[in-house]
Every structure is written in structure tokens, then in C-alpha cells.
């Protein structure tokens, strides 16, 4: 069995893999926090031959990790962000800064579509963009949902935008304070991943595939004015794709790979975006 981890800001994910089918066997989460012990919130480690990891916390997190998964594993592959991978060169000055979880989407974001925009709607929203031919230009962060209601300090956070309501009634004017905060980031969220997508596109020539991941990624992609696929394995995707370990993998198959979105025509992006900017 392999275990993958996903050690986001806020939630550490985990999935077991089965080495001989590629299937997934179980899958969990436990809140990314100092005093975190793979032994209590994971299953058994005796099952589990090779670790992947992809983790953004803070080193001490991962390195204490590391350690206890040594002792007991085998083979543990810890991703790092680097100059070149897999076909992609990284767009930042100092490829071992990006965070490791970008560099995995955007390969498997690549790997899939051979150039796209990738959104990983976490604890940051992430918007990475690799063009054809695997230049990644670099991205943009932002606050997610979660942190930017937390920065406001309204006494909200408790109160979660329900990611089944229309997105109509999520853009709507608030009526009371809980309604204007949800409705104000929500508002900001997806202005801001419609906007960057459009600018990015206009200015490179090219309409490129749009891919989101993250516990916020669904609610996020209701109120996308682009055609988009959700991919909510994208990072582990990236952890297979550096780390292939199963027939599946090795033959480039990634788990949980969405259809390929169909892509807007570049000139409805850019009549869109010119739309925007006069206002
Ligand atoms: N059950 C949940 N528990 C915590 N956060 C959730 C849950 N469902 C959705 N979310 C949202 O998902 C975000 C965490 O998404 P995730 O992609 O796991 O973040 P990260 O990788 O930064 O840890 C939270 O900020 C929150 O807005
Ligand atoms: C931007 C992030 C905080 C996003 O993390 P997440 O929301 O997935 O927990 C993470 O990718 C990170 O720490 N990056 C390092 C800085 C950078 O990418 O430039
Ligand atoms: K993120």
C-alpha cells in the first residue's frame, strides 16, 4: 500500500493506495497542527511499503513526520519545488520557494492538459499558469475564503457559505453581517480567479485549459464565467506523477483525472476581459 499525504496550512490529507490495483482504499483528514502524530490519525503504517509527500507546513511539521514514517517505512519521497520537472520549468527566480502543492498541480495540470491554468483553493488560492510547452510563468496567492473571513473579525467564521446555494443568491447584496462577509469574499474569490485567468490568457495568445483543486474548489468554480474541470487529486496526481510507483502511474495515468475541459475561444476571453476592464 502507498501513503500519500497532502500537509496543507490547515488540513494534513491522506489517502492509501493499493500498490497492485492503483485503487484507492481509504482516504482522510486531520487538521495540519504542531503536535500532529501520523500513528494516531492514519491507519495502519504496517500496510503501507512508500510514503509521498507533499507538504507546505511549517519544517518542523514535516520533519517530525519524516521521522516517524522512517522508522517504520521504507521508502519515503518528500516533493520539493524545483528548477525543471517532468517537461516544466518553474517560472520563479527561486524554484525551491514555490509552494511544493503549486509545483505538483501545475505538473499534473501539464501532464494532463500540456498547458493550462491550475487553482488550488485552500487555506491561499493559488493560480499557477504553465503554457504549452511546459513554461511555467509563475502564479498569484491570495487569501482563501476561510482567511479572509477570518481577518475581518466579525464574529462569522462559524458560519460557512453553503457551497450548494445558487450562485446568484451567493453574489446577492447581504442582508445581515453573515451574508455580507460570504458574499463579499465570495465575490472577491471568484472576480479575482475569473480576472486573473482572463489577463493571462490575453496576454500569452492562448486559451489554456482551467483546472482547480482544494476543499474550497467546488463552490469557488460555481461562480467561474470559463469552462473549468474539478480535480480534487491534483496534488496527489503530481506526487504520482514525479513518484510513479504502480503499473497505472508508470504508464502516466493519474488517479481521479477529470475529462479534459473544453477551452473558451481566446477571443470570447479577451471580449470578456475588455468587458471588465472598462468598468
Ligand atoms: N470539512 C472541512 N474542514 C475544513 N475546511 C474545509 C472543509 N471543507 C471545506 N473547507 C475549506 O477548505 C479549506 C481547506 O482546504 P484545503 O485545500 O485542504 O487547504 P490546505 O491545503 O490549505 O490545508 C478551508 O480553508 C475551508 O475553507
Ligand atoms: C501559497 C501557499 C501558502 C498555499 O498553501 P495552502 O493554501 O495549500 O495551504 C503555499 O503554497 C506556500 O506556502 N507557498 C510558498 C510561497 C510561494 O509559493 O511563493
Ligand atoms: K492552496
Redesign the pocket.
Known amino acids: 500500500m502507498i501513503l500519500d499525504l497532502d500537509i496543507?496550512?490547515?488540513l494534513s490529507k491522506w489517502r492509501l493506495k493499493d500498490t497492485v490495483s492503483s485503487e484507492i482504499r481509504s482516504r482522510g483528514a486531520v487538521w495540519?497542527r504542531e503536535e500532529w502524530r501520523p500513528g494516531e490519525d492514519i491507519p495502519d503504517l504496517d500496510v503501507v511499503t512508500a510514503v509521498r509527500i507533499s507538504s507546505?507546513?511549517r519544517k518542523q511539521v514535516l520533519d517530525e513526520t519524516v521521522t516517524l514514517l522512517r522508522n517504520q517505512v521504507g521508502a519515503v519521497h518528500v516533493a520539493r519545488?524545483t528548477r525543471e520537472a517532468l517537461g516544466v520549468t518553474c517560472g520563479?527566480e527561486e524554484p525551491q520557494?514555490?509552494?511544493?502543492?503549486?509545483w505538483l498541480g501545475a505538473l499534473a495540470g501539464h501532464h494532463l492538459t500540456g498547458g493550462c491554468c491550475s487553482v488550488?483553493?485552500?487555506?491561499?488560492?493559488?493560480v499557477d499558469f504553465v503554457l504549452p510547452g511546459g513554461r511555467h510563468l509563475g502564479?498569484y496567492?491570495i487569501p482563501?475564503l476561510r482567511l479572509m473571513k477570518e481577518s475581518l473579525k466579525l464574529g462569522t467564521r462559524n458560519v460557512a457559505i453553503d457551497p450548494d446555494s445558487e450562485v446568484d443568491s451567493l453574489l446577492a447584496p447581504g442582508r445581515n453581517t453573515v451574508e455580507a462577509v460570504n458574499h463579499g469574499i465570495y465575490m472577491a474569490a471568484v472576480s479575482a480567479v475569473n480576472r486573473l485567468y482572463a489577463e493571462v490568457c490575453d496576454r500569452e495568445g492562448v486559451a489554456l485549459p482551467l483546472l482547480l483543486t482544494?476543499g474550497d474548489a467546488r463552490v469557488v468554480a460555481r461562480g467561474l464565467r470559463v469552462p473549468h474541470a474539478l480535480w480534487p487529486d491534483m496534488?496527489y496526481a503530481g506526487l504520482e506523477a514525479l513518484y510513479p510507483l504502480t503499473a497505472a502511474e508508470r504508464a502516466g495515468r493519474l488517479s481521479g483525472a477529470p475529462e479534459l475541459p473544453r477551452v473558451a475561444d481566446l477571443e470570447k476571453i479577451r471580449s470578456g476581459l475588455a468587458l471588465t476592464q472598462m468598468l
Not at 120 to 126: K, L, P, R, Y
Open positions: 496543507g496550512n490547515t495540519t507546505v507546513a519545488s520563479y520557494r514555490l509552494g511544493v502543492d503549486r488550488d483553493c485552500g487555506s491561499a488560492i493559488t502564479g496567492i482563501g482544494g496534488v
